[in-house]
Nanobody
């Protein structure tokens, strides 16, 4: 199967920056799209940003101009550069991958990372 391993979360002051990484491994034919979602207690998981295999990006309005999503297709890795962080960006961030497996490349399977906490606080 497929594993998504996230890294890069932590505590940062308002106005600061963090970079999240998520590496996918397993019997992968292709991944399209990859992305990041976030969730706070008692609320639904919301889209932050997605990126296609052709590097077309989509962002939530709340992060446009501050966050940048990118990917390394050779490494099956997606990144989220977060700048000008605000207290309201505090959440658990989850990596998402739409994966076509080697064994069934005509089906897209949804995979999620374990989540990484981002806390923006002074």
């Amino acid at each position: 199967q497929v594993q998504l391993v996230e890294s890069g979360g932590g505590l940062v002051q308002p106005g600061g920056s963090l970079t999240l990484s998520c590496a996918a491994s397993g019997s992968i034919f292709s991944i399209n799209p990859m992305g990041w979602y976030r969730q706070t207690p008692g609320k639904e998981r919301d889209l932050v940003a997605t990126i296609t295999i052709g590097r077309t990006t989509n962002y939530a309005d709340s992060v446009k101009g501050r966050f940048t999503i990118s990917r390394d297709n050779a490494k099956n890795t997606v990144y989220l550069q977060m700048n000008s962080l605000k207290r309201e960006d505090t959440a658990v961030y989850y990596c998402y991958a739409g994966v076509r497996l080697m064994s069934s490349f005509n089906i897209v399977n949804d995979y999620w990372g374990q989540g990484t906490q981002v806390t923006v606080s002074s």
